[in-house]
């Protein structure tokens, strides 16, 4: 049984999870962000299943329309720790093999945003977490989200979070958002 999960989203989420469905008895043969695949003979611990989701804060999605924002966020999180070498619209397209115009025009409908508003949120959060690891300049972190140019990013962040990068950079009360809690 394969089944879509909403808010799943980092790794320490599908530990979570995993954790859970081990000690309740289930058999999770795949975990992958937003997905699980359960092992034959789960069909009949379904309410259990939803239960332990509904617990750690998470959904089982069984509208089509739900699945498919589900996919979009999951590919935009995979492009964004990858590294997106071609065009938004052509990479959503071939991963999820739909037409843009549709997954976009589902995507606005039920979260109120476009795609690329939302694909431009999710890297002001992973700025702000290379910020905070304080690992990276501002230059190599232009770079690993395919910027142009670091005062592209610059320019973006300032209009996104009200200040620069630098600024955030010295305040160290930091406002980050779960991934989860993006829209």
Known sequence: MRIKVKNMVCDRCKSVLKND???????????????????????????????????????????????????????????????????????????????????????????GLTIEKYFILLKMEKVKEEIQMDNKTFSEIAYDLNYKSSSHLAKQFKAITGMSMTEYRNIQDWDRRSLDQIV
């Open 21 to 111: 469905f081990q000690k309740a008895g289930i058999v999770v043969e795949q975990m992958d962000l937003g997905e699980i695949l359960f092992a034959d003979g789960t069909e009949d611990k379904k309410e259990r299943i939803r239960e332990i989701l509904n617990q750690n804060g998470f959904e089982w999605i069984a509208d089509l329309n739900e699945t498919i924002i589900v996919d979009i966020k999951k590919y935009l999180l995979e492009a964004i720790e990858n590294g997106l070498s071609q065009n938004l619209s052509t990479y959503l397209s071939q991963k999820m093999n739909k037409e843009y115009s549709v997954i976009s025009k589902i995507f606005s409908a039920k979260e």
